[in-house]
């Protein structure tokens, strides 16, 4: 069953694309996402780039797997289309992925399994997806990085993946690293971690990042140029905004 969330336009992808995994948490924890209602966490657990220096942001389109069994994998490992592909869940996701989409398979934590290695995400990327993210592990590593895109996973693995789980189902929520990820959400990945920001609050983030990431860069020039301690500039305050506007205005007097 296709279930997903508003499609956060290209726009949107890019100016979160330009901050960092960090500053984003920082956003959405002080908007209380994550906090309210015992909600659970933005952040991944265990989940890191297997390629430092490699950024990810775009659109999730999920997979979940399903610890196997014999009746499950008779049904699922002997699947053949119309078209006579493969009809298993993890091909046929892959072939729905396109620019901008970023593969979120739930692999149920299984840091030591494979979800695929060279062949399969060789093929998601000949589809020009944006990466791929999953709490599992990847085989043929680095054959797998590469092919020059964002791998983020739970490890890498000799062993494939179907002989202790086995792909169910595609495009339906998820989990991944202990965050809830539902198809359409955005993916925003860096060397410090991966963060998951709900489609509906995707545009507020993008717009407040923009804000965000020019104070720090005031804080910091500040604290370089006149030795001033950030401290008092945190959490953001009126002196920060007032330290921040001057800076501005003095910028843009430099450059008239």
Known sequence: ?????????????????RLGAATAFYLLHMRGVGRKYGAG?????????????????????????LPSREDLQSEIATS??????????????IETCGPGDILVSD???????????????????????????????VRDAQATIDLGWPVYA?????????????????????QCGGVLVRPGDV???????????????????AQAGRDHEGIEQSILANMHEENDSPSRFYPFNASTMAMHSARQAKADGAEG
């Open 1 to 17: 069953m296709m279930q997903t969330s508003p499609r956060v336009s290209d726009d949107v992808l890019e100016m979160i694309g």
């Open 41 to 65: 966490p933005i952040a991944m657990n265990g989940v890191a780039s297997l390629a430092p220096g490699r950024k990810l942001v775009g659109r999730a389109v999920t997979l979940r797997y």
């Open 80 to 93: 053949t289309g119309a078209d006579g592909m493969n009809a298993t869940p993890r091909w046929r996701v």
């Open 107 to 137: 692999a149920m934590g299984q840091g030591g399994t494979s979800t695929g290695g060279e062949i399969v995400y060789g093929r998601l990327f000949q589809r020009g997806a944006a990466g791929i993210v999953t709490d599992g592990a």
């Open 154 to 174: 739970g490890g890498r693995a000799t062993m494939i993946g179907e002989t202790s789980m086995l792909p169910y189902e595609y495009n339906v929520p998820v």
């Open 187 to 205: 993916i925003l990945g860096d060397d410090d971690g991966v963060v998951v920001i709900a489609a509906a609050f995707a545009e507020e983030i």
